[in-house]
Each structure stands twice: as structure tokens, then as C-alpha cells.
């Protein structure tokens, strides 16, 4: 995330969520809006690279604020405001997922490597930035979601555990199968291009060991 | 010394790219990903929120009310549960023991049948019994639904 964004979270501390929630709480809904403004980008960004569609992400992040809204009873201050919505919404948008999955990647799609004999230009590194970003979404979910997390955490790997749910190690290591994944796709030869035509399917397809 | 010939800057060939994704591309390519939602995100949001909340609350199921008529519901059923155990032991105790032939592997179908036919015929045969029963359960429940209806 980029640190020009507004990434409120531990930052600022929790006492302007504590005195939202207890507003809210006390059946002051408008008081709410404290909260979504603070946390707005950070939500519609989760969103956006669980989708990489941008309306699709803010329908996504509001539906995330409303069952925060509803639920916001059982937040009992364990653990950061920031952690609980996160994995709140976290959850929401990979049932979203498994509902409407985002645009399936099959292997012919992904980019080819750049031709080393032409000098690669902004838009041919901005567009393999994109087809590693889609191909992110076709990885089985667990990888998916362990380094979509990860990346939205600023590498932080706590920080994704806890949204997760998961051990710090379990994190790790579904990182580096989904990395290693993701590389041996990036960098295979590029005379397989009829191979890979004659190849079908998604990444999610291609299941890997499990290291849990 | 030779001296050396400037260099035309067009004429460089830049080193090419790495085609390979190596570590520092793949952590470029998924870090530096954000989007800034649109200008009316919070107000749509809060609009929302607004509506879900002066939406009327979802009607509880009036426990208070329908308590009578869960317990009368309860006591029908034990009674029912207490005749037929009575009739079951009164079916038992009045059979002959040469009459139900007990299976080494266990009750068959056919034991169950005669346990059945002993059981029947301890209830009136008229069917008046099984009548009034069903009337009685039905004329309940419509005094049940009515109340719940009428208080709410």
C-alpha cells in the first residue's frame, strides 16, 4: 500500500474507532461515518485485489461496512478495531469470491516474458505488473489469500496472520508455494508457447503440495 | 591517448530488462497495487447505513404469548407418550411368551409386526379415539394460530 494513501489503522491508534464504535453503539448510527471514512481506502484497496474490478470492489467494501455495522456489538476490543474489520471483510470477500469467482486466468493468457532484443517499455512492465496481479487470483484460494493479505499488509506477515486467522508459519509457507507457483509461470521458456496452447486451464488448476 | 569518440545517445542500446519475474518485480507488481475509491463512496456507504437503520426491527417470535399454548402442546404430547407406553406394557404383560418368537440375530420385521397388532388391539377400534385426537389437535392449533394472530 502505498504510503501516500490514508492507512489510518495502528497508526493513529484506536481511540477515534473506540469513540465512534461507543457512539454508534449508544444508537447513534451517523456516528458511523467516522469509520468509514477512515477506513474506506483501505477496505475498497482489499476489495479491488481480491476483484481487480473497481465497481465490483466498492459493492464489495459496502457490504463490508453494513455487516460491520450490524455486527458491530460483538466487537469486544481483543484485538485492534483495524484487525477485526479486516478479517470481517477478508471473510466476506472470498465468499464473495467463491460466489462470482473474479475473471478466470487460463496459462495462455499470462503475459510472455519480454523479448530481451526490444527495450521494454513503462507499458510492457505495466502490463506484466497486471498479469502477475491476475494471476494472483488464479492461484487455489489458500495461496490467493495468504499473498494478496501479505502485499495489502505492507509484507507484513503477523499482520496477514491475524486477518487470516492462521499461524504466522502457515502463512509463510503458503507464501512461498504461492511465489513459487507464480514464478514457474512467469518464467517458463518462451518456446512453449505451443505447448501452452496445447495446455489448458487455470493456475488453480495446477495443485501444488500442501505445507501447512 | 586516443581520444575517445563522443557517444550519440540515441545509438545506446539500454541493457534489456530481466525477462525473468524475479523476487523485487513480483514484490513490485502486488505492492504498489492501490486504488482511491470513488468521491461519493462514504455517502452512498452511509446512506446505507441510514436505511438499515431506521428500517423497523426484525418482529421476535412472542415467546410470552405462545407459552400456553407451547406447554398444552407438551402436556397432549407426554400424555400421548404415557398411553402408549401404557399400551405397550399392557401388550407385553397380557402376550403369551410363546407368542412373540424371539430371533437370536434380534427383533425381525415380523416380530415388529405382531408388537404391532398386539399394540392395536388395545386401543378402541372404533376409531373414535384416533377422531377426537386429530379434532382435538386441530381445533389447537387454530386456537393457537388465531391468538398469536389477534395479539400481534
Redesign the interface.
Known sequence: ??AD?EIPATRTGNTEDAAAIARVLAGD??A??AI??RW??PL??LA??FCRD?GR??EM??EA??RA??NLAQFRGDSAFSTWLFSLATNLYRTELRRMPASPLSLDEIAE????????TAFE?SS??ES??RA?LALPAKYRDA?LLF?FH??DVPAAARTLRIPEGTVKARLFRG?EL??SK??RPRSSKSRTTAQSGSLAEQQPREVQ | MKPRTPVNPSTVTPNPPDPRLTDVALDAALRDDTILPSSGFSASVMAAVESQSAAPAAIAFPWKRAFPGLVAAAAVLILLLGVLIAAVVRTIHAAPRSAVPVAPAGISVFDWHIGMQQLLQGVPSSGVFWLVLALALSGLCLLLCRRLVSSS
Request: aromatic letters at 12%; hydrophobic letters at 40%; proline letters at 6%.
Open positions: 500500500m502505498n494513501l448510527p451517523s458511523f461515518e468509514v471514512r474506506q481506502t475498497v484497496n479491488w485485489r473497481r470492489a466498492e467494501a459496502q461496512f453494513l455495522f450490524r516474458p519480454t523479448d530481451p532484443r526490444h527495450a521494454a512492465n506484466r505488473d502477475v496481479r494472483v499473498i502485499y505492507e509484507q511465489r507464480l514464478r512467469f518464467n
